[in-house]
């Protein structure tokens, strides 16, 4: 079967940030990236993105790493390690300093918010047109171009963005010197030879960004498919900054039936008494994320 991106391989990833254990949001975002990469036959990554040294917990990785494996989702190859990486990065943003694409900012985010009114701000330029001193700590941005970004999700339709008019010029390198997100996952993605990035929802508008960056290093596209995020009572993500509960792994069976349920996969009640591996193997054959199109939360 051929992958969402082309005539390649299909290729997928599970990146995990090792900031806690996992819990039923990142837990369902897994299982969608692994059914999906499993029923077009492809290969399934694990990435563990530890870059943000401050937020990393220790331990966290390796029960991340435990717990998938609890639940039967197994991947391909050896685990890759953003902090492992750091030489490609900063080869990267060399290449882009030379070629003129970055430039040093001292702008602070409640500095922003002061100046334009707004606690998220586009980006008005400052530091692009007068340069902080060279003694004073700085981030590095990136100088976005005015042109149309558009890509087709495979569930979200077809979504574009002007980074240069709605975003402004963002940041790939912190004042702490660690790389930004948005660029370490693009060099990540190219070197895994990924084909498909299957995540959550509220990744999608750093999509534009990482598209901007592919384009700048030469790289190729992907295919994209945002899934609907899991959220509480009050409308909130699940994640680590809510103290979302961490996974039940006693009963991992029953949570992988709950979370097919999540999915709008309508496993039959049967499967409610299957095994981790039974279950698994039904959901990869009846895998049907169309199920899924236009929504964005599921309570």
């Not at 598209?211 to 596209?221: D, M, T, V």
Request: hydrophobic residues 35%.
């Amino acid at each position: 079967m051929l992958s969402g991106s082309g005539s390649k391989r299909y290729i997928g990833r599970f990146a995990p940030s090792p900031t806690g254990p996992l819990h039923l949001g990142s837990l369902y975002t897994a299982l969608a990236s692994y059914l999906d990469a499993r029923s077009h036959r492809g290969l399934w990554l694990l990435r563990i993105d530890d870059l943000d040294t401050p937020r990393n917990v220790p331990g966290a990785a390796e029960q991340i790493i435990n717990e998938l494996q609890i639940f039967g989702l197994h991947w391909d190859g050896p685990i890759d390690y953003q902090s492992e990486k750091l030489a490609d990065y900063h080869h990267a943003i060399d290449r882009l300093l030379e070629e003129q694409r970055l430039y040093r900012c001292s702008c602070s985010r409640k500095s922003l918010a002061e100046a334009t009114h707004n606690q998220h701000p586009i980006y008005p330029g400052f530091c692009r047109v007068t340069p902080p001193d060279a003694n004073q700590p700085a981030a590095l941005r990136i100088k976005t171009d005015d042109l149309m970004l558009f890509f087709q999700d495979r569930l979200q339709g077809f979504i574009q963005q002007n980074l240069s008019r709605e975003l402004g010029d963002f940041i790939v390198q912190r004042k702490d010197r660690i790389v930004a997100y948005q660029l370490a996952v693009v060099i990540d993605d190219h070197q895994q030879n990924i084909t498909d990035v299957v995540r959550g929802y509220d990744l999608l508008d750093s999509t534009p960004r990482q598209i901007f960056i592919q384009r700048l290093l030469g790289y190729q596209r992907l295919s994209y498919m945002h899934v609907p995020i899991i959220v509480d009572e009050q409308g909130h993500k699940l994640s680590k900054q809510t103290h979302a509960q961490a996974v039940d792994t006693q009963r991992p069976a029953h949570t992988l039936f709950l979370l097919l349920k999540l999915l709008k996969q309508k496993p039959p009640a049967s499967l409610g008494k299957a095994n981790v591996t039974e279950i698994l193997d039904w959901a990869i054959a009846h895998w049907q994320p169309e199920n899924l199109k236009k929504v964005r939360a599921i309570h």
